[in-house]
């Protein structure tokens, strides 16, 4: 995303997180322009029921959070490391000043930002109106090609559980397990050692 040493000469720290740290949380104030040096964030919300739903989950270098920098509302979801990371926070102000002085850098933050509101009208669509196999697919498939950019048959070994693949789809874990194995059986999916590959 933003070269790294450009966000530090703009003021901007790193800082750790453990596993299950929450980077920011569901209500707060946007302050910061959030960057994955290293690890993997999860943006998600705790229903009433006490379900959790998962929006998305970040790697590096990917930043997360920024809607919030530009609308200066809430965050309308938590993030939370999912494993030890070293995300990079710059201040909202000098966020927001490094983009005006860096066109190019500004156009970078608006082309991933189309594609997550791509993502999510994709899903959306997918989770109210298709059959498993295809969500499955389809999710496995924008992370492939828009995420790693890989193109190769079964190139893209699947970082996600099967609870994981369930939450960002609407379904169950049970109905997850049995849908790999179909997508399998048609060559649809490969798995080895209870991985898959896509």
Same mark, same amino acid.
């Given at each position: 995303?933003?070269? =790294?040493?450009?966000?530090?000469?703009?003021?901007?720290?790193?800082? =750790?997180?453990?596993?299950?740290?929450?980077?920011?949380?569901?209500?707060?104030?946007?302050?910061?322009?959030?960057?994955?040096?290293?690890?993997?964030?999860?943006?998600?919300?705790?229903?009433? =029921?006490? *379900?959790?739903?998962?929006?998305?989950?970040?790697?590096?270098?990917?930043?997360?959070?920024?809607?919030?920098?530009?609308?200066?509302?809430?965050?309308?979801?938590?993030?939370?490391?999912?494993?030890?990371?070293?995300?990079?926070?710059?201040?909202?102000?000098?966020?927001? @000043?490094?983009? *005006? =002085?860096?066109?190019?850098?500004?156009?970078?933050?608006?082309?991933?930002?189309?594609?997550?509101?791509?993502? *999510?009208?994709?899903?959306?669509?997918?989770?109210?109106?298709?059959?498993?196999?295809?969500?499955?697919?389809?999710?496995?498939?924008?992370?492939?090609?828009?995420?790693?950019?890989?193109?190769?048959?079964?190139?893209?070994?699947?970082?996600?559980?099967?609870?994981?693949?369930?939450?960002?789809?609407?379904?169950?874990?049970?109905?997850?397990?049995?849908?790999?194995?179909?997508?399998?059986?048609?060559?649809?999916?490969?798995?080895?050692?209870? @991985?898959?590959?896509?």
């Amino acid at each position: 995303m933003i070269p =790294s040493d450009l966000l530090l000469k703009n003021g901007a720290i790193i800082k =750790s997180f453990s596993k299950n740290d929450f980077v920011f949380k569901e209500g707060q104030k946007a302050n910061y322009y959030f960057q994955i040096v290293s690890g993997e964030v999860k943006m998600n919300n705790i229903l009433e =029921s006490g *379900k959790e739903f998962i929006q998305s989950f970040f790697k590096p270098p990917q930043s997360f959070g920024e809607p919030p920098l530009f609308t200066d509302i809430d965050y309308p979801a938590n993030a939370i490391a999912t494993t030890k990371s070293e995300i990079i926070l710059l201040k909202k102000a000098s966020f927001i @000043k490094l983009l *005006k =002085s860096q066109p190019e850098i500004h156009l970078k933050i608006t082309t991933a930002l189309a594609h997550r509101l791509y993502y *999510k009208s994709i899903m959306a669509t997918e989770i109210s109106y298709q059959e498993p196999e295809h969500r499955v697919l389809r999710l496995l498939d924008y992370l492939k090609y828009n995420i790693y950019n890989l193109n190769e048959p079964f190139s893209f070994k699947v970082g996600l559980t099967r609870q994981e693949i369930a939450d960002l789809t609407g379904l169950r874990v049970e109905t997850v397990i049995r849908t790999t194995r179909n997508l399998q059986k048609k060559n649809e999916l490969k798995i080895k050692n209870r @991985k898959l590959y896509r």
